[in-house]
T-cell receptor, first 116, second 113 residues
Framework: TQLLEQSPQFLSIQEGENLTVYCNSSSVFSSLQWYRQEPGEGPVLLVTVVTGGEVKKLKRLTFQFGDARKDSSLHITAAQTGDTGLYLC????????????????FGQGTILTVHP | GAVVSQHPSRVICKSGTSVKIECRSLDFQATTMFWYRQFPKQSLMLMATSNEGSKATYEQGVEKDKFLINHASLTLSTLTVTSAHPEDSSFYICSGGWVGEQYFGPGTRLTVT
């Protein structure tokens, strides 16, 4: 059974601060996605990381995939109030069968609140 | 990206009644769609996989007789919450797409009084 841990669960910071959210597991992932969800809306895909050690940047967001593909992190630089939301990681297992076809298992989520 | 819509966005119903939620893929065909449930301040939990033209596959612990799923066309899946109770109040979200790229609907807020 895959054990997926996302931390921290809650994060409350001031505008301008930096933060990091972690997604860890004992299983190897074939890929991992990060989503952001605002209240009352569906999640929106931010990035997909595929290669061990991969680093992707999206403006002030930096996503890293661990060398062993068991963990990932999301780092936000100089957070803004507009970054407030629920951040979710969703890995895809290496041994996922064809029947999974897009099925996602999400981490517990990190609720980020950025105060002005 | 692809667009998924849900209807209604909000619904309030009385305990014991049934509620149908629609999920539509607007600009692509979805042979498979997924239904999730989300409680306040929590992550999304997968309820079931909706398969066009065949029976849905339910996750462990999800009552298939309570959450009826119908995927009669390549662009429409429906979730019917039967004999709803207050504990069924939640945010229901669907998704569709393809391997590696799922698009989520805007969600339906169900409140059972």
């Amino acid at each position: 059974t895959q054990l997926l841990e996302q931390s921290p669960q809650f994060l409350s910071i001031q505008e301008g601060e930096n933060l990091t959210v972690y997604c860890n597991s004992s299983s190897v992932f074939s890929s991992l996605q990060w989503y952001r969800q605002e209240p009352g809306e569906g999640p929106v895909l931010l990035v997909t990381v595929v290669t061990g050690g991969e680093v992707k940047k999206l403006k002030r967001l930096t996503f890293q995939f661990g060398d062993a593909r068991k963990d990932s992190s999301l780092h936000i630089t100089a957070a803004q109030t507009g970054d407030t939301g629920l951040y979710l990681c969703a890995p895809r297992l290496s041994n996922a069968g064809g029947t999974s076809y897009g099925k996602l298992t999400f981490g517990q989520g990190t609720i980020l609140t950025v105060h002005p | 990206g692809a667009v998924v819509s849900q209807h209604p966005s909000r619904v309030i119903c009385k305990s014991g009644t049934s509620v149908k939620i629609e999920c539509r893929s607007l600009d692509f065909q979805a042979t498979t769609m997924f239904w999730y449930r989300q409680f306040p301040k929590q992550s999304l939990m997968l309820m079931a996989t909706s398969n066009e033209g065949s029976k849905a596959t339910y996750e462990q612990g999800v009552e298939k007789d309570k959450f009826l799923i119908n995927h009669a066309s390549l662009t429409l899946s429906t979730l019917t919450v039967t004999s709803a109770h207050p504990e069924d109040s939640s945010f229901y979200i669907c998704s569709g797409g393809w391997v590696g790229e799922q698009y989520f609907g805007p969600g339906t807020r169900l409140t059972v009084t």
